[in-house]
């Protein structure tokens, strides 16, 4: 990859990394193809859903004759394909607070493709627990959100644990540009992380309908219930 910031020793350590992906929706689908083009060695996905009719509308790895198939073995299949150098290990599995430990301790980063609260609270308290980085996305209406966190800044908890719960995808309805945009954002920011920069405290978002596009300053809350010093005791 003729990049600075890459590089052959940015590719050695692409190759020697291994990304969780937590689910593969629309997030998965806009995100896994670029790391497996990158050369990221290998890919761990997760994702007990089978394919279904309304998800071809945004999900990209899918097609028609899909339909009822395990998410996870074709968008596994459908990603080797598109670099042999590349381990793609699907498993059809969900994540809980039990399977997270088994499928999350040997991962360089954990990918949020996830539409839900529940499977992000349990990634961020096992990011806190373990300081394995994450890159929460979310994608509604036009518009688009994504938080790297890890060792350094605040928590996901931090910055969105007094928010009330938006409504999800299938709610609301989702334009396909704005999947596209966070899985690429996210996609991103895993690189980044994987090639060594330190980030966090940035919540990046996006607004497609009023093209606007920015970077919001976010910190610790003192007393937030996971990464606080005081529930770190506990
Ligand atoms: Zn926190």
């Known amino acids: 990859m003729k990049l600075p910031e890459v590089g052959e020793k940015g590719q050695k350590l692409l190759a020697e990394a291994t990304v969780l992906a937590v ?8 995100s896994l193809p670029w790391l497996v083009r990158a050369g990221v ?19 990209l790895l899918y097609r028609v004759e899909d339909i009822g198939e395990s998410k996870a073995m074709v968008s596994a299949r459908v990603l080797s394909r598109m670099n042999p150098l590349v381990e793609v290990l699907p498993a059809n ?8 430990g088994h499928f999350a301790s040997t991962a360089s980063v954990i990918l949020d493709g996830t539409d ?21 996305g979310g994608a ?17 908890e931090c910055v969105f644990g007094n928010e009330p719960a938006p409504p999800s995808c299938d709610e609301a309805g989702v334009i396909g540009p704005a999947v596209g945009w966070v899985g690429a954002t996210q996609a991103a ?22 093209s606007n596009f920015r970077t919001l300053g976010v910190k610790r809350n003192p007393v937030c219930p996971i990464c606080s010093t005081d529930a770190q005791k506990k």
């Open 23 to 30: 689910g593969v929706g629309g997030l998965g689908c806009a």
């Open 41 to 59: 060695g290998r890919i761990v996905i997760m994702d007990p859903g089978v394919v279904d009719e309304p998800d071809l509308g945004r999900q």
């Open 93 to 100: 599995v969900a994540l809980d607070a039990n399977s997270i």
């Open 116 to 136: 839900r609260l529940e499977p992000r609270r349990i990634i961020n308290a096992f990011s806190v627990a373990t300081s394995i980085p994450w890159v929460y």
């Open 140 to 156: 509604v209406g036009w518009a688009g959100s994504v938080l790297a966190s890890g060792a350094n800044g605040p928590c996901w």
């Open 189 to 210: 920011q895993v690189l980044r992380i994987i090639l060594g920069e330190v980030i966090g405290g940035q919540l990046l978002t996006a607004d497609l309908l009023r």
